[in-house]
């Protein structure tokens, strides 16, 4: 009698198992919350900054990619400097920003938006699809520093690897911030954050072939350009720090 009572216990908790299964599969994935901050659109930022000429709007990529191309009358801010130092924005936390980048799946600008809603500003932004969007509507964009683009030759991570056997002369420059370079980096790499090299390129000794590493090879082109122009020999890592990972992986 136990083991016929067990044995049916068995068999209505796996069919209740079963019914939970199909009734989570049928209702499909809960939605996502929404963020804690507004959502807007090219022309709707567009009207905001005509109607309201001290309206902050924040480019929130490095100072080099920011003063190279940006929406025009926007200040320049990396997230990373808001994350770190919150105060660098204004006293006022009524005060109405919005935060860019320059992808439409760029996350530094909610980065910016997450840190000041959670330091308290309640007027927070973020352009929906960033600087392409911007771009897509027709609107004109400011050039304050224009990086000459140079001819910077990338190299697979395969060829690296070898390079980096053979060569004496690199240096490896990984322009992530400084926590994605803690949580694992190429052995021997030196870490330059993106967001400051404009203001601390001078460390980096100039005798050496720097190959600039970054998250997934998108940024090193725009930053070997400016080292380039100020006198260095530059080699970018094709894919990043993603192809060195993928790399490793697949050994």
Same mark, same amino acid.
């Given at each position: 009698?136990?083991?016929?009572?067990?044995?049916?216990?068995?068999?209505?908790?796996?069919?209740?198992?079963?019914?939970?299964?199909?009734?989570?599969?049928?209702?499909?994935?809960?939605?996502?919350?929404?963020?804690?901050?507004?959502?807007?659109?090219?022309?709707?930022?567009?009207?905001?900054?005509?109607?309201?000429?001290?309206?902050?709007?924040?480019?929130?990529?490095?100072?080099?990619?920011?003063?190279?191309?940006?929406?025009?009358?926007?200040?320049?801010?990396?997230?990373?400097?808001?994350?770190?130092?919150?105060?660098?924005?204004?006293?006022?936390?009524?005060?109405?920003?919005?935060?860019?980048?320059?992808?439409?799946?760029?996350?530094?600008?909610? =980065? &910016?938006?997450? #840190?000041?809603?959670? +330091? /308290? @500003?309640?007027?927070?932004? *973020?352009?929906? =699809? &960033?600087?392409? #969007?911007?771009?897509? +509507? /027709? @609107?004109?964009?400011?050039? *304050?520093?224009?990086?000459?683009?140079?001819?910077?030759?990338?190299?697979?991570?395969?060829?690296?690897?070898?390079?980096?056997?053979?060569?004496?002369?690199?240096?490896?420059?990984?322009?992530?911030?400084?926590?994605?370079?803690?949580?694992?980096?190429?052995?021997?790499?030196?870490?330059?954050?993106?967001?400051?090299?404009?203001?601390?390129?001078?460390?980096?000794?100039?005798?050496?072939?720097?190959?600039?590493?970054?998250?997934?090879?998108?940024?090193?082109?725009?930053?070997?350009?400016?080292?380039?122009?100020?006198?260095?020999?530059?080699?970018?890592?094709?894919?990043?720090?993603?192809?060195?990972?993928?790399?490793?992986?697949?050994?």
């Amino acid at each position: 009698m136990n083991f016929v009572s067990r044995k049916t216990l068995t068999r209505l908790v796996m069919r209740a198992a079963l019914m939970l299964t199909l009734a989570l599969v049928a209702c499909g994935k809960p939605a996502e919350p929404p963020p804690p901050w507004k959502v807007i659109d090219a022309p709707t930022l567009r009207a905001l900054m005509a109607s309201d000429k001290d309206l902050l709007v924040f480019n929130t990529m490095s100072e080099i990619e920011c003063l190279d191309h940006r929406i025009p009358g926007t200040k320049c801010l990396a997230c990373e400097e808001i994350e770190k130092d919150v105060t660098l924005l204004p006293a006022d936390k009524g005060r109405v920003m919005v935060f860019y980048c320059e992808s439409a799946g760029c996350y530094r600008s909610c =980065r &910016g938006a997450g #840190a000041a809603v959670k +330091a /308290g @500003y309640t007027q927070v932004h *973020v352009l929906d =699809r &960033g600087m392409p #969007a911007w771009k897509q +509507a /027709g @609107y004109s964009m400011e050039t *304050v520093e224009r990086i000459p683009r140079g001819s910077i030759p990338s190299i697979r991570a395969s060829a690296l690897k070898q390079m980096i056997a053979e060569r004496n002369d690199l240096l490896l420059v990984d322009l992530r911030s400084e926590q994605s370079y803690r949580e694992g980096h190429i052995e021997g790499a030196v870490n330059h954050p993106l967001y400051r090299l404009s203001r601390n390129y001078a460390a980096i000794p100039l005798d050496r072939m720097l190959v600039l590493i970054d998250d997934r090879g998108f940024r090193t082109f725009l930053a070997g350009s400016y080292l380039e122009m100020k006198g260095y020999r530059v080699m970018r890592l094709f894919g990043g720090m993603q192809a060195w990972q993928e790399m490793q992986a697949a050994k």
